[in-house]
């Protein structure tokens, strides 16, 4: 997994509140391989209608999603994260992510930040005035920043925090926890015995 | 001192903690790991790391996704990625030597179907699997919550999952239903009061003289869409119904041991004086039938009910919100729901394809027949409801209706085995997510419950089911 330290990018404000897996990536591209480029099915179906945002040029090169609540709900599936990942995305800022989307995201190396609702919809707002604007993540320091400076301190897990900087995978870390697994496995036999 | 009065989720969480990390991540122990057809990705993280699957006995798998429902023969999936998925869950579950009820096995179906009916699913137990619906299985009194697949690699390989504790959330149901109301019409009830994100970060508790006079079927179904309102996981105390229900199942416990678990199970529920984080409640004494306009299954209202006008909208994002719903669904504001008219009729899903949603829809189907130009489906959700429900004759009556009777699987609920509705057609459907494309490119989906999805298959629109039972 790539490191996630700092990002300074252009956020895409998707005002819309539930975006769910579905739209993010369609059911039919879920039997595709990992070593697809998943970017090119992001917003799939969503993105035939010429009005959404995610189409117009100068969202292009986008690094970091702003949407409403709910973002990511819906389905389990990983492929959402990927598809985000894979077409240059590293963050998403919103009031509230689906539970197993923002699981998921920590995974991959995408940063899920949750803001107040009404600083969400201020960064809108603001992303709605000037198009193209760049926002600045910093992780260590868990702030998103404003183009005027203005600072913004999200929460993240400590451990998942540590896995991000460190470019760190989850399963590597609890296979070194096994003997603490053992013991309540044989904790677990006892008691059936 | 008396102990602390706990909930029903605490108690389960408490007993499967492995190890606790001072930033509140925890480590929980997974007692049963459900698999289906979506795992390739998961099993080929394993093989990246050299890794092979930790507890075979603790794992379970049926192909449900990618399986075609016309027939039980993987050469008719007519998309080949589509037939690998379901090919390398038997290549994958076969190699790790974990427990696989195939295509050709009378007892496949919908995992969510399958698990609960084969007694897998217990009080008490922590089950995971790489699909939100998981939530389903709380139903039995579990602790049940949908992963994704670097999550599914980590449960292989470790037998474990790290966790952030969720909150709590009691939602309190009472009132006796009216006839032709159900759970599904509940929980679309509860989904609409609370919003698609209203239960995010908590564990949700079903309570009430409503939920305790519910069958385990219909419990399923108030469950199974826990994660339709954000939640975690859903969750409702084992009782009398639940280990009934149980009783004599393939994998449950039997003889002395049953006598034993059902003792144990016993004390899992929600002491007197428990706390919860948030309490809901709702009266469903006076509930109507229900049905989705939009594409949020936050978008719900009864049948009596309009097209809702987006100018009424609280405020401009929501009016936007609904202006982008309408014209997806092709609905114009102030159209009594019941003037809606429908191309299909999809009633199935890990939502509502056991034996007493086929036997709800075949009482308001008997003696009726299919509108025409409405194309309508029945989905069993596994083999062993679609020869109960052909014992009972149900399949006669729906075939007699001109209904198609299929082999169990997901289906039409997210079109992943090519089962899907056209563009621009508009389906009622019994599945669990209205979203955008769901049930394929443009497709159009009004969520109800199985009496109500007969009653829109015999009228061809949207139609107020207790008018057809009466």
């Not at chain 2, 994958?92 to 427990?99: C, E, F, L, S, V």
């Not at chain 2, 034996?355 to 509108?371: N, T, Y």
């Not at chain 2, 459907?429 to 999805?453: C, D, E, I, K, Y």
């Amino acid at each position: 997994m790539e490191p996630f330290v700092h990002l300074d990018a252009v956020a895409l404000p998707i005002a819309r509140p539930n975006v769910d897996t579905d739209q993010i990536v369609p059911a039919r591209y879920l039997q595709k391989p990992r070593s697809d480029n998943f970017g090119d099915y992001l917003f799939r179906d969503v993105r035939e209608d010429p009005a959404f945002v995610f189409n117009q040029e100068r969202y292009r090169g986008a690094r970091i999603v702003v949407a409403e609540r709910n973002f990511g709900c819906g389905s389990s599936r990983e492929h959402a994260v990927w598809a985000l990942y894979d077409h240059g995305f590293r963050a998403a800022i919103a009031p509230s992510f689906g539970d197993i989307f923002a699981s998921n995201a920590l995974k991959n190396g995408f940063l899920p930040i949750v803001l107040p609702a009404a600083t969400v919809a201020q960064l809108l707002a603001h992303l709605d005035a000037h198009p193209g604007l760049r926002l600045a993540v910093d992780l260590p320091r868990q702030v998103v920043r404003d183009p005027d400076g203005t600072e913004h301190t999200f929460e993240v897990d400590a451990f998942a925090k540590h896995c991000l900087l460190e470019g760190l995978d989850e399963i590597s870390y609890t296979l070194t926890l096994m003997p603490a697994i053992e013991a309540y496995e044989a904790r677990l036999s006892k008691d059936n015995g | 001192m008396a102990e602390v009065p706990r909930t029903l989720f605490d108690k389960i969480w408490r007993r499967h903690v492995v190890q606790e990390r001072d930033d509140g991540r925890t480590l929980l122990y997974v007692d049963r790991h459900l698999l289906q057809d979506g795992s390739a990705p998961a099993f080929a993280m394993l093989r990246q790391r050299g890794l092979v699957p930790r507890s075979r006995e603790r794992s379970f798998a049926t192909p449900d996704h990618y399986i075609p429902t016309h027939s039980r023969s993987l050469a008719d999936v007519r998309d080949p990625e589509a037939a690998m998925m379901a090919q390398a869950l038997a290549d994958d579950t076969a190699a790790a030597g974990i427990p696989m009820f195939g295509v050709d096995d009378s007892r496949q179906g919908i995992v969510h179907v399958v698990a609960p009916e084969q007694g897998l699913s217990q009080p008490g137990l922590l089950i995971v699997c790489g699909d939100s619906h998981t939530s389903t299985h709380g139903a039995v009194g579990a602790l049940a919550f949908g992963i994704g697949a670097s999550e599914v690699a980590h449960v292989l390989a470790t037998q474990t999952i790290w966790q952030r504790r969720p909150k709590t959330l009691r939602i309190t149901i009472a009132g006796a239903l009216g006839n032709g109301v159900s759970a599904k019409d509940v929980i679309l009830a509860v989904i609409a009061k609370i919003g698609a994100a209203g239960a995010a970060g908590h564990a949700i508790e079903y309570a009430g003289a409503t939920v305790r006079a519910l069958s385990m079927e219909s419990r399923f179904t108030l469950c199974n869409m826990s994660i339709e309102a954000g939640a975690r996981a859903g969750m409702i105390a084992p009782d009398e119904t639940t280990f009934a229900y149980l009783t004599g199942k393939p994998f449950a416990p039997q003889g002395e041991a049953w006598d034993r678990a059902v003792e144990a199970w016993r004390a899992l529920r929600s002491d007197d004086g428990a706390r919860f984080d948030r309490e809901v409640s709702l009266d469903v004494s006076t509930l109507e039938p229900m049905v989705t306009w939009g594409n949020s299954p936050e978008d719900a209202l009864p049948i009596s009910g309009r097209v809702p006008d987006p100018e009424e909208a609280p405020d401009a994002d929501r009016r936007t919100s609904m202006q982008r719903a309408l014209a997806y669904m092709g609905l114009v504001p102030g159209t009594p729901l019941e003037e809606v008219a429908i191309d299909r009729v999809f009633i199935g899903s890990c939502t509502n394809a056991r034996i007493e949603d086929l036997r709800s829809a075949a009482k308001v189907v008997a003696g009726r027949h299919v509108a025409k130009g409405v194309a309508a489906w029945v989905v069993p959700g596994s083999g062993l409801v679609k020869a109960q429900a052909e014992r009972e004759g149900l399949d006669r009556i729906f075939a007699d209706a001109g209904f198609e009777w299929r082999f169990a699987g997901c289906s039409m609920c997210l079109a992943t085995n090519g089962d899907r509705v056209a563009p621009g057609e508009r389906c009622a459907s019994t599945s669990n997510r209205n979203f955008v494309g769901r049930q394929g490119p443009g497709s159009r989906t009004h969520l109800m419950s199985p009496a109500m999805a007969a009653a829109a298959a015999v009228t061809g629109r949207l139609t107020d089911v207790r008018a057809l039972l009466t």
